[in-house]
């Protein structure tokens, strides 16, 4: 398996709602990747898990809330959302963090609806 | 202050028609640049790195440090090519990296 899959494909969420979406990679990729694209605009990096563990989180607020269970799993807990965070979420993978043109591969991301 | 300028938010040509998308960076240390692509309705994908000095699909990107470019380029254009266009700049840190990405070109080929 050499892609990274996201489910669900489509979200659509009250605001009072609690969802997760779910990021899964086969490749024994070591770096974990959540983005948000709104339209029209380039990736924003929300968070990043290196060998398992939160290594940067770009000031996102409380309500999204990541987890990272194994090496090829990596979830986004929503809560409370309001409408602004409607959006695609990215998922994104890369084999050594650490490692020299580490390149970064994407999933077909989650479009998420907040209503 | 690390940085990726895209100056072009449309570009449009004819089919045959040689294309050069535009990439600038800031960055204090030693650049890692690639360039990605988004098709419609398909996920953003990897296009180039400037490492691989390879040609993908008739593009080409070469680093030019002295003017803090990576513009991307092909000779001749197809419809096929019509897509969103990001230039990314990879900024690693201990243990981690992290991806700046330009706002973007979007490339029409016209028929």
């Known amino acids: 398996d050499t892609e990274v899959t996201q489910t669900p494909k489509h979200l659509v969420m009250g605001m009072t709602n609690k969802k997760s979406l779910k990021c899964e990679q086969h490749?024994?990729?070591?770096?974990m990747y959540w983005y948000k694209q709104k339209a029209k605009k380039p990736p924003e990096l929300m968070f990043v898990?290196?060998?398992?563990?939160?290594?940067i989180n770009e000031s996102v607020p409380s309500r999204f809330s990541p987890e990272c269970p194994n090496s090829s799993l990596l979830n986004l807990h929503l809560h409370a959302l309001q409408p602004e965070d409607s959006a695609l979420y990215l998922c994104?993978?890369?084999?050594?963090?650490?490692?020299?043109?580490?390149?970064?591969?994407f999933g077909p991301g989650t479009r998420l609806t907040v209503l | 202050a690390q940085r990726v300028t895209q100056p072009e938010k449309l570009l449009s040509v004819f089919k045959g028609a040689p294309v050069e998308l535009k990439c600038n960076y800031s960055y204090s240390g030693s650049p890692e640049l690639f360039w990605y692509v988004q098709y419609s309705r398909q996920r953003l994908q990897l296009l180039l790195r400037?490492?691989s000095r390879e040609s993908i699909k008739g593009f080409t990107a070469d680093l030019n440090k002295g003017e803090t470019s990576f513009h991307l380029k092909k000779p001749f254009a197809q419809e096929e090519d019509s897509a969103m266009y990001y230039c990314?700049?990879?900024?690693?840190?201990?243990?981690?990296?992290?991806?700046?990405f330009g706002t973007g070109t979007r490339l029409q080929v016209f028929p």
């Open positions: 994104a993978s890369s084999q050594d963090p650490a490692g020299a043109q580490d390149t970064q591969y």
């Open positions: 990314a700049l990879r900024t690693p840190s201990y243990n981690t990296d992290k991806l700046i």
């Open positions: 400037h490492i």
């Open positions: 898990y290196s060998y398992e563990k939160l290594s």
């Open positions: 490749m024994g990729h070591r770096a």
